[in-house]
């Protein structure tokens, strides 16, 4: 694996940060977890980075090879060379990825968009992805909730602190703060990342909804939804149970953050799908 940055690790069980070398880009990759266990790939949402799952994984690495990129112009990794944010040649950078990393197998999870992520990487390699999980991903495009807050402003970029948690705001349940490293991290993105990458994402699913490119998949699937959700419908999950065999949970009290809102009862439905066994809680961690 051609790596930049950090020296891998060499325990078996260790974390390893590393910066994969693609055609397309580098790409920046955290890997947790025993290295013969299962593989699971957390895919992070638009403008936000690998670190939201940062309280998810402690609870998930008994079980599984924990594996998170930083999407391209999100997070460590930087703008696609050619500028191509759409999402089947995210699919075709994700899948490279993970040849590079030697993963045969791997269930893939995507929170909010980087769900349509995870499909796409499923419709292009079916034989990689075995198994996929959408934490509050929008089955269609009439779900969406349009946002009341103002939106970030190219001219005035990059933005306040202020001016990140209005937009980033309806990401959570009503009254919980944005975690100052998520703000960070924002601001560090350029304007352009962030708007292609959501319009890509929104010309996914204009030219088919989810519950109908995962039907055609015919994968085991697991949707988690917090009923709180801000920025889609929570009662629009249950269009994923026209998908054979899938199951549908909601959380409640949850938004549509539940990674970092909820991360213990998140994790506890994730392994019940996976038939893995939870870690211990976290002592410290983004709250």
Do not use: C
Not at 172 to 190: A, H, I, K, T
Not at 207 to 214: D, E, V
């Amino acid at each position: 694996m051609t790596t930049r940055g950090t020296t891998p690790q060499t325990s078996p069980d260790s974390t390893e940060v590393s910066t994969l070398r693609l055609e397309n880009g580098d790409l920046h990759v955290r890997q947790d977890g025993p290295r013969d266990a299962p593989a699971l790939l957390l895919l992070h949402g638009s403008a936000t980075s690998s670190r939201s799952w940062d309280a998810l994984v402690p609870l998930l690495t008994t079980a599984h090879r924990v594996i998170r990129f930083d999407l391209p112009g999100h997070g460590r990794s930087p703008e696609p060379a050619d500028g191509d944010y759409a999402t089947p040649t995210l699919a075709r950078t994700l899948a490279a990825a993970l040849d590079r990393l030697r993963v045969p197998h791997v269930t893939a999870v995507g929170h909010s968009s980087g769900g349509y992520a995870a499909t796409a990487l499923a419709e292009r390699r079916p034989g990689l992805v075995t198994a996929l999980g959408l934490i509050n991903t929008g089955p269609r495009l009439d779900a969406f909730i349009a946002p009341e807050s103002l939106a970030l402003d190219p001219e005035r970029w990059p933005p306040s602190d202020e001016q990140i948690r209005r937009f980033a705001g309806p990401a959570f349940r009503e009254g919980y703060r944005v975690p100052q490293e998520l703000v960070d991290e924002l601001r560090g993105m350029s304007y352009r990342a962030i708007g292609a990458a959501m319009q890509a994402y929104t010309a996914y699913l204009e030219q088919r909804a989810l519950p109908s490119r995962l039907t055609d998949l015919g994968k085991p699937l697991h949707v988690i939804f917090g009923d709180q959700d801000r920025r889609w419908r929570p009662s629009s999950a249950a269009d994923y149970r026209v998908v054979p065999g899938a199951t549908v949970e909601w959380l409640p009290g949850a938004g549509h953050t539940p990674i970092l809102e909820e991360p213990q009862r998140t994790a506890a439905l994730l392994l019940a799908f996976t038939g893995g066994r939870p870690g211990p809680a976290p002592t410290s961690g983004t709250t």
